[in-house]
């Protein structure tokens, strides 16, 4: 069993920065895949962001391109997001993903409130 334990969330003022960290308690953390996806009120869970396994290629939505970047250390079996020139439309719930087809395990979420 694997388990994702999201930290780094809080409340930021538009423009400010957050880093958020995924914790992964796996053995094999580099066969996993990772990916954050958030969850705005009223609304669907989208992704954000993607990386491989063994890191290279990333992937992200287009409405955080340029503004986040996710990264991962598999030696710490930890993954991140760093997410600078926050907007309010950033507001949500993130959650981490850990994907190594079939097995995809999320985490408990972390809330990231963009306000002034």
């Known amino acids: 069993q694997v388990q994702l334990v999201e930290s780094g969330g809080g409340l930021v003022q538009p423009g400010g920065s957050l880093r958020l960290s995924c914790a992964a308690s796996?053995?094999?953390?580099?066969?996993?895949?990772m990916s954050w996806y958030r969850q705005a009120p009223g609304k669907d869970r989208e992704l954000v962001a993607t990386?491989?396994?063994?890191?290279?290629?990333?992937n992200y939505a287009d409405s955080v391109k340029g503004r986040f970047t996710i990264s991962r250390d598999n030696a710490k079996k930890t993954a991140y997001l760093q997410m600078n020139s926050l907007k309010p439309e950033d507001t949500a719930v993130y959650f981490c993903?850990?994907?190594?087809?079939?097995?995809?395990?999320w985490g408990q979420g972390t809330q990231v409130t963009v306000s002034s």
């Open positions: 990386i491989p396994n063994l890191g290279g290629s990333t």
């Open positions: 796996v053995f094999t953390f580099s066969s996993y895949a």
């Open positions: 993903n850990a994907r190594n087809w079939p097995y995809v395990y």
